[in-house]
């Protein structure tokens, strides 16, 4: 029993503290508890409200007064405790059972990738290409000056070097402006005869609706002991009729490279006007798809290969130029975004 008078405010606290026991355990969620527990026990709650109340007792009965307070507190908070364990617990095993996971169930199907059309484009070619006896070669990205130009017959201050708009890594080193820098490699680590595609990315610094400033190129290049115009217009129009369709035409138009003598440049009907003229081939019904030749005597003499005993032709054609034309794909640009809407479209 209290041993001070006051009775009614024990009385309250009491009757206080089994309304608030009642209370937790007729909780029914653990936020519902824990809203019960800040009305009763929070900074403003009941029992704050109650040690207010003090005042009105006499000095003796404030000290036991507040141990009873402290007391039930303690209680509370058991019971708290107690109540919030088993509620979130009710409220885990609900959860657990709500979201069961039915194992047995198939999985969602696997998505199956799709071959870009860069790499559908190379390795058709590479089929094409290898059926006339070529094989592939690869070459470094970061090409010495010396490669990418000097022994393509690009001197330094050559006006050619302006065709290509290059990307400098330092003063002898340039991100290669194209693929025929493979053709000097394969000319100095390998003895002729020689059949050979070289495939890959190459770098300029030029973007626009037909340009592209990361684009991929494939070079071929034939060294024998007789070879002719005659031979490099023959393996194109096949090779174009094979990977085109023989619906599409091909033009030869002369133009001009440095390595190469005679040179021209290799056009094909139109995919999107089929040669009436549109946006795409600027009104001409025609699209380039790259560059052709005889190999000029001095590669070969930057090569250290023999000349006239071994001659040659060589190509360079635009990949992705390639692919638009095949796939009448009217913008360049949907190549290199990845769009998995454009690449769905390629899947095997
Ligand atoms: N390398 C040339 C370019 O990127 C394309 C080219 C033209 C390659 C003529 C050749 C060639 O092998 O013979 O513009």
Request: net charge negative.
């Amino acid at each position: 029993m209290l041993a001070f008078d006051s009775m009614t405010l024990a009385d309250k606290l009491q009757s206080l503290k089994a309304e608030a026991l009642a209370s937790f355990q007729t909780a029914d969620s653990s936020k519902a508890l824990y809203d019960k527990k800040v009305h009763y026990l929070g900074k403003s709650g009941v029992f704050t409200e109650v040690m207010k109340e003090m005042g009105s007792l006499s000095k003796e009965e404030r000290p036991q007064f507040g141990k009873l307070v402290n007391e039930v507190k303690v209680v509370l908070e058991a019971a708290y405790a107690e109540a919030e364990q088993a509620l979130k617990k009710q409220e885990i095993d609900a959860q657990m059972l709500s979201e069961e996971i039915d194992l047995s169930l198939p999985s969602y199907p696997l998505q199956i990738g799709s071959e870009h059309p860069v790499h559908r484009v190379i390795n058709e070619i590479a089929g094409i290409m290898g059926r006339l006896g070529y094989s592939l070669r690869q070459g470094p990205l970061i090409e010495k000056d010396y490669y990418n130009f000097e022994a393509l017959n690009i001197p330094a201050d050559h006006p050619a070097r302006d065709m290509q708009d290059t990307f400098f890594i330092d003063k002898t080193h340039v991100l290669r402006t194209h693929t025929s820098p493979i053709q000097i490699h394969s000319l100095e680590s390998e003895k002729p005869p020689l059949r050979i595609i070289g495939t890959g990315p190459v770098f300029r610094c030029d973007s626009d609706i037909s340009h592209l400033p990361n684009f991929h190129q494939i070079e071929g290049m034939c060294v024998d002991t007789k070879v002719s115009m005659a031979d490099l217009k023959g393996t194109i129009s096949f090779f174009v009729k094979e990977f085109f369709g023989s619906g599409l035409k091909t033009r030869f138009r002369p133009s001009f490279f440095p390595f190469t003598e005679p040179s021209a440049e290799v056009d094909c009907t139109c995919p999107i006007c089929k040669g009436k003229g549109c946006s795409l081939c600027k009104q001409s019904g025609w699209i380039e798809i790259g560059g052709c030749g005889l190999i000029n005597p001095k590669v070969f003499q930057h090569a250290h290969v023999e000349y006239p005993k071994w001659q040659g032709f060589a190509f360079g054609f635009g990949i992705e130029r390639m692919a638009i034309i095949k796939y009448g794909i009217d913008d360049i640009r949907l190549i290199p975004e990845n769009d998995m809407r454009f690449v769905r479209q390629f899947e095997v």
